[in-house]
């Protein structure tokens, strides 16, 4: 399955190699962007993606509520809520935030399912650089009720370090003891799509080379 999600998201221009300057200033050798997936067959087969993800590591027994953080987790968390019960037969809530509180009409932050006290509710996103947003993402459902947080599931682990020699998923799990998973690592995007003749291999190297400068110690 993760050759098969290697593929869908090279083939979409979702993950595109070559030269990229981040956000935060640093280069990078590849570039991820969900954000491209915006037709009814991406969207669906993303969803089944992250549903598959979902259940091969045993975390639906702990979720109540599907979360995908504004913007760019919304459809992600729409998708696989669809996927869940069009293709397992499981009917999950779900939720999102608006970025700026709404004032009128049912106002709030939160849109979707409302949340309860005790809900277990786990956080679906595109990729994890820092860990500062999903902090925020914390602070949002937190401040909604009384939720329980166990996990928060990425399509993509970039495997590079946060602030410590940590990477950044590993730093986020050991600072606030929420495990963060990956339906895919970018070593094994880049590996598999390089065994199909989907990118050359200098483009392999190019990131095997940016993870020994840039790459983070896993938990």
């Not at 990956?182 to 880049?190: K, L, Y």
Request: some cysteine; overall charge neutral; hydrophobic content about 40%.
């Amino acid at each position: 399955m993760k050759s098969e999600f290697a593929s869908f998201l090279v083939r979409s221009g979702a993950v595109r190699f070559g030269p990229f300057t981040l956000k935060s200033g640093r280069p990078s050798p590849y570039f991820v962007d969900l954000g491209v997936l915006a037709d009814g067959e991406a969207a669906s087969r993303l969803g089944g993606f992250y549903a598959w993800a979902l259940l091969k590591n045993g975390l639906l027994e702990s979720t109540d509520v599907l979360f995908g953080p504004s913007y760019k987790g919304v459809p992600i968390a729409v998708s696989t809520a669809v996927a869940l019960f069009r293709d397992h037969g499981k009917s999950i809530r779900f939720a999102f935030n608006r970025k700026e509180e709404k004032g009128h009409g049912e106002g709030g932050l939160i849109i979707g399912s409302p949340l309860k006290d005790g809900d277990r509710v786990v956080i679906l996103d595109d990729v994890m650089t820092t860990g500062k947003t999903k902090e925020d993402v914390l602070a949002v459902l937190r401040s909604a009720a009384r939720v329980e947080i166990p996990c928060v599931l990425i399509a993509v682990d970039r495997l590079e370090r946060g602030e410590t020699d940590l990477c950044a998923t590993s730093e986020f799990q050991q600072r606030h003891g929420i495990r963060v998973y990956s339906i895919a690592t970018i070593e094994e995007i880049a590996e598999s799509a390089s065994e199909v003749g989907l990118i050359p291999e200098a483009s392999l190297s190019s990131i095997r080379s940016h993870l020994k400068q840039y790459g983070g110690r896993r938990l």
